[in-house]
């Protein structure tokens, strides 16, 4: 076991990390407890990374962290945790688990290591896939409007601004609102027909009150002129 840990060893410093893994892989299951285990697995979970397996590297440094978490370099390891999990974060529209996890231990390593040099790196890579987990429901809740279920974008909609009250979407959001509001109100049965207009009238209000300027006010204004049309009807 002596002779292939340090033919490993060798192969790690060489840079030689495929080669290093293969032996890695043959002495990690006997390895645990023994007086190098601690340095030997660092190794396994860097080469791992430096040959960019990061599911593979992210559970090593997810095992070393747990195993010795009074190591030198448990520091280290819990932010290059962090950031494996957080380079298999797909792109938005598809199932983001891996983006919650990697915001998890992101954020647990900030918590834990609030004066790390990896601080600046840890926050810059959070909020990326925060701004991911935010674009993602957006992009929900806009396709409600897309496909003209109204009601339902209407829930979604005051959901998102609830959940992502500082968005970069809001203005956009509350447009969405506004014009699934109006066409829900202009779609309507008689009977429904002043409660929605009133609703939407509201939904206006939201959006001028948010950004009187906004680049959605010609189509607002518009909208809103069919509204006080409409609710003129009802005025006794």
């Known amino acids: 076991m ?17 080669k290093a893994i293969r032996l ?7 390895f645990r ?5 601690e340095k030997m697995f660092y ?8 040959t960019e397996q990061c599911y593979l590297a992210g559970y090593q440094f997810e095992s070393f962290v747990s195993s010795y978490p009074k190591s030198e370099k448990v520091e280290e390891a819990a932010f290059l945790e962090g950031l494996c999990f957080s380079k298999l974060s797909p792109t938005y529209s598809l199932d983001q688990a891996d983006t919650y996890k990697a915001i998890n231990k992101l954020q ?3 918590d834990t290591y609030p004066n790390s040099t990896y601080l600046p790196e840890a926050n810059a890579t959070l909020k990326k896939l925060t701004d991911k987990i935010e674009k993602k429901y957006f992009e929900i809740a806009k396709q409600y409007n897309t496909i ?4 339902s974008a209407l829930v979604v909609l005051d959901n998102f601004v609830s959940d992502f009250p500082g968005t970069k979407y809001k203005e956009e959001a509350l447009f969405l609102k506004l014009d699934s509001a109006y066409k829900l109100a202009i779609n309507s049965i008689p009977s429904k027909m002043e409660e929605r207009f009133k609703n939407a009238k509201m939904a206006y209000t939201g959006l001028m009150k948010f950004k009187d300027n906004t680049e959605y006010k ?8 069919r509204i006080e049309e409409e609710l003129k009807k009802y005025e006794k």
Do not use: R
Request: aromatic letters at 18%.
């Open 2 to 18: 002596a002779v292939k840990y340090e033919a490993a060893v060798q192969k790690y410093e060489a840079k030689k990390y495929s």
């Open 24 to 30: 890695f892989e043959q002495m990690a299951p006997a």
């Open 33 to 37: 407890g023994k007086p190098q285990s």
């Open 43 to 50: 190794m396994y979970a860097q080469s791992y990374y430096k």
């Open 108 to 110: 647990s390593f900030i």
């Open 148 to 151: 003209s279920d109204y009601k």
């Open 218 to 225: 010609v189509k607002a204004d518009q909208m809103l002129a």
